[in-house]
């Protein structure tokens, strides 16, 4: 019998959205006056969101558009993000919510939709736009407590909002979502949601409830939507989706049953494909498209096939 070992999968898959260079330094949240140090170091910089949409440079290769703090109003909902590495000095990053009429006056900047930003940028910075949205997002969300309805304030350089009231403290959501690629022999299911575009199919999904596990969440959301019976289940990897503010979890379901029964509520149509048929999708050539290589979904197909 060969020994257990933890680590005898392949290396981990890149992940669109993933690999920030950010230092989150979360012992510095806690210390109001570090906070303060660090706001008015000369190196320190705000990526602005407009109505959650990043405000980047214009040109060929857009970048985020790095704002001083003089270029913020004071009154922004402004939060940490990080220290940058330290062959770049550890440099100071926040995200504040502004509108980014002078950004884009005065330093040529453009907002763009932050969805369409991360698939820009990629390299890491994308996942500074993802932290960033994600958490100003829920502040946005989350003025008012949910244990009493009294008003809540920021604290912990945006990771807590406390409330002023009964002094319950709320934390920024992260919601589970499972997605699966259902694999039996040489096919796997793909499906499409009614609002996908044309021609598009990509992994079932859906968000894990209260009370069960990551894998039964697979084999739950497998047989509702599709009739697809669940063996095993293998994790592959996990992507922040913060839209508004999803843990994608990926993982491969080994089926047990071809015979697929449409839950019409939840997809259009699922179908079985072989490999040839997902190569000639994520190579754009086939005659339905994968998603891009920023989802995860894109993740577990290529993962599937290589
Ligand atoms: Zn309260």
């Known amino acids: 019998m060969t020994e257990f070992s933890p680590f005898a999968t392949p290396d981990q898959p890149w992940v669109g959205l993933t690999g920030s260079p950010l230092d989150r330094a979360d012992h510095l949240r806690r210390d109001p006056g570090a906070m303060v140090a660090l706001r008015s170091r ?26 001083y703090r003089s270029d913020v109003p004071h009154d922004a ?14 440099a100071p990053r926040f995200a504040a919510s502004a509108p980014a009429t002078d950004l884009v006056e005065d330093f ?26 994600s958490l100003i997002d829920w502040h946005a969300r989350h003025q008012f407590c949910a244990v009493c309805g009294g008003k809540t304030v920021m604290n912990k350089a945006g990771y807590a909002r406390s409330c002023q009231a009964c002094g319950a403290e709320h934390f920024p959501r992260t919601d589970p979502v499972v997605i699966m690629l259902a694999v039996k022999g040489e096919h796997a299911l793909v499906g499409r949601q009614p ?14 409830e209260p009370g069960e596990s990551l894998e039964e969440a697979v084999a739950r959301e497998l047989y509702e939507e599709a009739g697809i019976r669940t063996a095993r289940v293998r994790y592959l990897a996990s992507q922040p989706w913060p839209f508004p503010s999803s843990l994608m979890i990926a993982a491969f379901a080994e089926a047990t049953n071809l015979d ?34 920023m989802a995860i979904a894109h993740t577990l197909l290529k993962a599937w096939v290589s």
Do not use: C, Y
């Open 260 to 293: 697929i029964i449409l839950d019409a509520d939840e997809l259009e149509e699922a179908r079985w494909v072989t490999k040839d048929e997902v190569r000639a999708a994520l190579a754009g050539t086939g005659d339905w498209l994968a998603p891009p290589p």
């Open 77 to 90: 909902t402004s939060v940490f993000l990080g220290l940058m590495p330290d062959n770049q000095g550890g």
């Open 195 to 208: 609002n996908f575009p044309k021609r598009f199919f990509s992994a079932l999904a859906g968000f894990v």
């Open 42 to 67: 000369p190196d320190a910089r705000w990526l602005v969101l407009d109505q959650l949409k990043p405000v980047l440079t214009k040109g060929e290769h857009p970048d985020i558009l790095w704002a």
């Open 108 to 133: 040529g900047g453009q907002v763009v939709d932050a969805r369409a930003a991360a698939a820009i940028l990629g390299d890491g910075r994308a996942e500074i736009i993802a932290q960033a949205r």
